[in-house]
């Protein structure tokens, strides 16, 4: 097949989803074309199956706010039509499904049929979607899509809850390649991190208000003023960094938790962790965690939206509720009281993220969804 993949190409779980799924994708052999604003950030190596289109925004003296959404209709509508694509997968409602489906009406009218897959993620239908300014729009982009999948149960009951769905939405989980995201043998780096065996907490996010990143160095000061001999990794960047840093200098912990900011490949850093801890305000499946179970570490997360659908509490991690510091604590220090509990959940961890959530498992989904979708958009064209 022939599929146009659409994305924001930062640091972000959406992005990374789309990259990886396009690059799995063109690994069985389809031919994938990629649309953004600038390269994907984990697009490392373009391949002969794989292209990669930039959309770019007109500078104009009349735009102070360039018309992104159009720009990027257009591209749509250009690569469509000359790469001849089979489907459109769009990731992100915001405005990249509306765009889709400007685009796909624009196709029609020359006789060119393009089904229009909308995956959402999460922050477009929790956070930005229900902006009173976006709601309309997002929900219209929603069931106008030919298909609509979401990443969790989560976010599809969150999404019919919350929005005027009338179309069919399909769960499709998140994924990760576990022969990349395995445990590697680093112990040189972790001996330089931790030279007395401090054990190594890390927490992996972009720091936004949602990730609650103050939370950790919260939970951190409990664990070292009761004398537990710790080291913490603070991986990403984004808007509560610097408050995050100043609390770990006001608690008396900053020379104990390393802020290392944004980090490829993460893979080496998780080999090393013990705990990996994740207190979201909210997240619809939790990418990063996964990245850390892969790497057969256990999670330390918040028991909300989609994260007890991959963290199973008592057997691959911990879950404690939102914002609620002492049980953060107190879970957090039932790992480190007991490492045989500790190993086996990180082998449990291993283990449910390569017979649950690998790529081989997940990406064939999509492919099947790809031809009952584009089956029933052909379908009803001949009809009518
Ligand atoms: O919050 C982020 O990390 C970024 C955000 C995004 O849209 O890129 O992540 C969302 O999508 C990821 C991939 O499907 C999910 O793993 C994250 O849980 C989700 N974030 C939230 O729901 C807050």
Same mark, same amino acid.
């Given at each position: 097949?022939?599929?146009?993949?659409?994305?924001?190409?930062?640091?972000?779980?959406s992005g990374v989803v789309a990259t990886e799924l396009g690059k799995a994708l063109a690994a069985r052999g389809h031919d994938v074309h990629f649309l953004a604003y600038s390269m994907p950030f984990r697009l490392a190596h373009i391949q002969e199956n794989i292209s990669f289109h930039e959309v770019n925004v007109n500078s104009y003296p009349l735009?102070?706010?360039?018309?992104?959404?159009?720009?990027?209709?257009?591209?749509?509508?250009?690569?469509?039509?000359?790469?001849?694509?089979?489907?459109?997968?769009?990731?992100?409602?915001?405005?990249?499904?509306?765009s889709a489906v400007l685009a796909r009406q624009i196709l029609e009218q020359e006789g060119i049929k393009i089904p229009v897959i909308t995956t959402l993620h999460g922050t477009d239908i929790t956070l930005v979607g229900r902006d009173p300014s976006f709601a309309t729009i997002v929900d219209y982009s929603?069931?106008?899509?030919d298909g609509v999948t979401t990443v969790s149960d989560f976010l599809k009951?969150?999404?019919?809850?919350?929005?005027?769905?009338?179309?069919?939405?399909?769960?499709?989980?998140?994924?990760? $390649? +576990?022969?990349?995201?395995?445990? @590697?043998?680093?112990?040189?780096?972790?001996?330089? =991190?931790? %030279?007395? #065996?401090?054990?190594?907490?890390?927490?992996?996010s972009n720091f936004r208000p949602v990730k609650r990143a103050t939370d950790v160095i919260h939970m951190f000061a409990n664990l070292a003023k009761e004398g537990y001999d710790l080291k913490m990794l603070m991986v990403g960047d984004g808007p509560d960094r610097p408050t995050a840093e100043h609390l770990a200098r006001e608690l008396g912990v900053f020379d104990d938790v390393r802020f290392l900011g944004k980090q490829e490949p993460i893979e080496e850093i998780l080999s090393i962790a013990d705990i990996f801890v994740l207190p979201s305000g909210s997240e619809t499946f939790g990418l990063a965690a996964l990245e850390a179970m892969s790497c057969a570490v256990p999670?330390?997360?918040? $028991? +909300?939206?989609?994260?007890?659908? @991959?963290?199973?509490?008592?057997?691959?991690?911990? =879950?404690? %509720?939102? #914002?609620?510091?002492?049980?953060?604590?107190?879970?957090?220090?039932?790992?480190?009281?007991?490492?045989?509990l500790r190993q086996k959940m990180a082998d449990a961890s291993r283990a449910?993220?390569?017979?649950?959530?690998?790529?081989h498992k997940i990406v064939p989904y999509y492919e099947s969804y790809y031809e009952t979708v584009r089956e029933r958009v052909l379908n009803k064209a001949q009809v009518h």
């Open positions: 097949m022939k599929i146009g993949i659409v994305c924001y190409p930062v640091y972000g779980g735009f102070d706010y360039p018309p992104y959404t159009l720009n990027l209709t257009s591209k749509m509508v250009d690569v469509v039509k000359h790469a001849k694509l089979d489907i459109l997968h769009v990731h992100y409602a915001i405005p990249h499904a509306t929603i069931n106008q899509s009951n969150e999404t019919l809850s919350s929005c005027r769905i009338s179309a069919d939405l399909k769960v499709i989980p998140n994924f990760i $390649d +576990t022969t990349q995201y395995r445990p @590697l043998k680093k112990g040189h780096f972790k001996r330089a =991190l931790c %030279p007395r #065996g401090e054990k190594l907490l890390v927490h992996v999670v330390v997360a918040t $028991d +909300t939206g989609g994260l007890p659908e @991959l963290i199973l509490h008592g057997e691959t991690g911990l =879950l404690f %509720p939102v #914002g609620d510091l002492e049980a953060f604590t107190n879970q957090t220090r039932q790992l480190l009281d007991n490492e045989e449910r993220a390569v017979e649950t959530f690998d790529t």
